[in-house]
């Protein structure tokens, strides 16, 4: 299910209402820990946190006219998925995620190379995510970003 919102405001008036809490904690959680410099804005139907254009004018290699994504958060049909491209790219990172999950949280993790799956609603490691978040700033995403495009 992508949504065609076109502010993160619509797009959490359009979620059923049994998602609706949820994604709006997840996304207060996000807002209140990313590091200063990432944008909210919706990006690929996603509620999406880009490096913004004022700070780096290149933009997504994929998509020129698209600001670098970093964090994208989606209310799916089985899940709310979580996509963190720092994991993606820094292999200390997502082992750092992968060995702290245990201490947050009782159920297996489900995730694929960036993306980061919760099926049951009350097993959201909050602490964990905001912890994540603080992790990267939109500087070191960039030359994080850089340094694995040139590869």
């Known amino acids: 299910m992508t949504s065609t919102a076109a502010t993160p405001e619509v797009y959490l008036q359009q979620l059923p209402t049994d998602r ?9 959680c996000i807002i209140e820990n990313l590091p200063e410099g990432f944008q909210e804005t919706m990006q690929y139907g996603m509620l999406s946190y880009v490096v ?10 994929c998509a020129k006219d698209q600001p670098l994504p ?11 998925s979580l996509y ?11 082992q750092w995620f ?15 190379k960036s993306c980061i799956r919760f099926k049951k609603m009350d097993d959201i490691p909050w602490t964990l995510i905001a912890e994540l978040c ?5 500087a ?11 590869k």
């Open 20 to 28: 609706l809490e949820v994604m709006q904690r997840l996304r207060q």
């Open 52 to 61: 913004p254009f004022d700070i780096y004018p290149s933009g997504y290699h």
């Open 70 to 80: 970093f964090l994208a958060v989606a209310s799916q049909k089985n899940a709310i």
């Open 84 to 94: 963190h491209m720092g994991i993606y790219a820094e292999e200390s990172l997502l």
């Open 98 to 112: 992968v060995s702290e999950y245990p201490n947050h949280c009782k159920t297996k993790l489900d995730m694929g």
């Open 134 to 138: 603080q992790k990267m700033t939109p």
């Open 140 to 150: 070191q995403w960039v030359s994080l970003y850089e340094n694995n495009l040139k």
